[in-house]
């Protein structure tokens, strides 16, 4: 049974360029939260989605934005990179935006 | 305002002994409490949850104990071996509210 995975593992980004990163829930899930780490932080919730709808959306601008396919799998788009979004970005799978929440091992964003 | 509060941010216990970790909530609309182990460059893996409604839950050695009227859940580990050496964040959800979590406590255990 797979695990939540997620792609790709590191990238390094310029100041002003776009990213995506990608999600591919537990076998069963059907919602995909992201969080963002900063170093020596806990996670903090972006956003969350399910059928496919953005469904809860933290304090985070609107540079941050996401996708939720057919297939349960999610995309976490960030326009205008800025040094500070320099951090690890999980991705969490639930069944039915329960929180019981299983995490993938993240992509290590770093903006130059 | 941070809506989960942990303490402490590290701890060093002895090979053997028992590590234990508090957190405190105010929203009472919270009604899952989850706490995850995460060790460097890995992403966090529940470890073991609670719901209100009991005071205790035991996973071989891994103890969440639940204070309602107090607001307060701690997690125990118990005959803590080096392997454990990792951060443990506490974590709370409920009502409107998505998985929040605390700053996380850096735990070490020496030989």
């Known amino acids: 049974d797979a695990g939540v995975t997620q792609s790709p593992t590191h990238l390094i980004k310029t100041r002003g360029q776009q990213v995506t990163l990608r999600c591919s829930p537990k076998?069963?899930?059907?919602?995909v939260s992201w969080y963002q780490q900063a170093l020596g932080q806990g996670p903090q919730f972006i956003f969350q989605y399910y059928e496919e709808e953005e469904r809860q959306r933290g304090n985070f601008p609107d540079r941050f934005s996401g996708h939720q396919f057919p297939n349960y799998s999610s995309e976490l788009n960030v326009n205008a990179l800025l040094l500070g979004d320099s951090a690890l970005y999980l991705c969490?799978?639930?069944?039915?935006?329960?929180?019981?929440?299983?995490f993938g091992p993240g992509t290590r964003l770093t903006v130059t | 305002q941070q809506q989960v509060k942990q303490s402490p941010q590290s701890l060093i216990v002895q090979k053997g002994g028992i590590s234990i970790i508090n957190c405190a909530y105010e929203n009472t609309a919270f009604d899952y409490f989850p706490w995850y182990q995460q060790f460097p460059g890995k992403g966090p893996a529940l470890l073991i949850a609670?719901?209100?409604?009991?005071s205790e839950k035991k996973e071989g050695r891994f103890t969440i104990s639940f204070n309602k009227s107090a607001k307060q859940f701690s997690l125990h580990i118990m005959d803590s071996q080096p392997g454990d050496s990792a951060t443990y964040f506490c974590?709370?959800?409920?009502?409107?509210?998505?998985?929040?979590f605390g700053k996380g406590t850096r735990l070490s255990v020496i030989a």
């Open positions: 974590a709370a959800f409920g009502g409107n509210t998505p998985l929040v």
């Open positions: 969490a799978s639930s069944l039915a935006g329960l929180g019981e929440q299983y």
């Open positions: 076998s069963g899930h059907d919602t």
């Open positions: 609670i719901r209100p409604d009991v």
